[in-house]
């Protein structure tokens, strides 16, 4: 199998680097398998007391991979897309060791996502930020139980609607990233000594008490929104939004 997620340890830092440049580090089923793979060989590991989720390349994580949808059943994908998702983001959540995001590129969609699961993040200078779900048809369902805790109200209002770029700045005002950095490395480094004072049981009741809620959340909702996806999945909207994506024109509503 083809590796899309790096994993290394260095001392009591686990890293897992995502690297599937030929469809901008999508979230294809085998990266998000590798990635709960990482993640969980990441908890077992004696030692570790942080976790670093990076990227290759200038796209952090393009959202969900639409390619993959070509010959199956629409309703199928969108049910089986959005149970990934669910399963990736709770596994982040509920991992025992903090998760720092180390972004430098671009992220969209389902990768924002991500970015509201991690605990810490910090992003570059060449980041981008972008919820474009309601520019192909459908809307940031799932990812909304990571992303509404985080993000200001009036921040949410207006990117899940407007779908507009924003950079790293932005991000950290708006609650989404803990800051920006102009070296981002060295930023995720001096938080990662700072987590490493902590002990085991002291860093994961902690966590758990920032992520409790989020969790509530999830049980109360995640169902209910599988199924909202995959009715936006399947309607002619999407349809005609995810064809226009592919074929890289302006879909049918887009006027002017």
């Not at 089986?80 to 998760?99: C, F, H, Q, S, Y």
């Not at 180390?102 to 810490?120: E, K, P, Q, S």
């Not at 969790?215 to 995810?242: I, K, N, P, W, Y």
Request: charged content about 20%; some cysteine; proline content about 5%.
């Amino acid at each position: 199998m083809t590796s899309l997620v790096h994993y290394t340890v260095d001392g009591n830092v686990a890293r897992l680097t995502l690297d599937s440049p030929h469809n901008r580090n999508a979230l294809s089923t085998a990266l998000v398998e590798q990635l709960l793979q990482g993640f969980s060989d990441a908890a077992a590991e004696p030692g570790v007391r942080v976790v670093v989720l990076g990227h290759t390349g200038g796209t952090f994580c393009a959202g969900a991979d639409l390619s993959e949808a070509a010959g199956q059943d629409p309703g199928d994908v969108a049910v089986d897309r959005a149970r990934e998702m669910t399963k990736l983001l709770r596994a982040i959540l509920e991992l025992p060791v903090p998760v720092i995001g180390a972004i430098d590129g671009h992220v969209r969609a389902g990768g924002m996502g991500l970015v509201g699961a991690c605990d810490l993040v910090v992003a570059g200078p060449q980041s981008t930020f972008a919820l474009t779900e309601a520019r192909i048809g459908v809307a940031p369902s799932i990812i909304s139980l990571t992303l509404l805790p985080k993000l200001s109200p009036r921040a949410a209002g207006r990117y899940f609607v407007t779908g507009e770029k924003f950079g790293a700045a932005e991000a950290a005002e708006i609650g989404l990233i803990t800051q920006s950095a102009d070296d981002v490395e060295d930023a995720v480094a001096a938080l990662a000594g700072e987590i490493a004072k902590g002990s085991p049981q002291g860093l994961a009741t902690s966590k758990s008490l920032t992520t409790a809620s989020i969790l509530r959340g999830f049980d109360r909702d995640a169902e209910d929104l599988t199924r909202l996806s995959a009715q936006l999945f399947v309607s002619d909207e999407a349809r005609e939004g995810m064809m226009a994506f592919l074929q890289k024109r302006p879909p049918s509503w887009v006027t002017g």
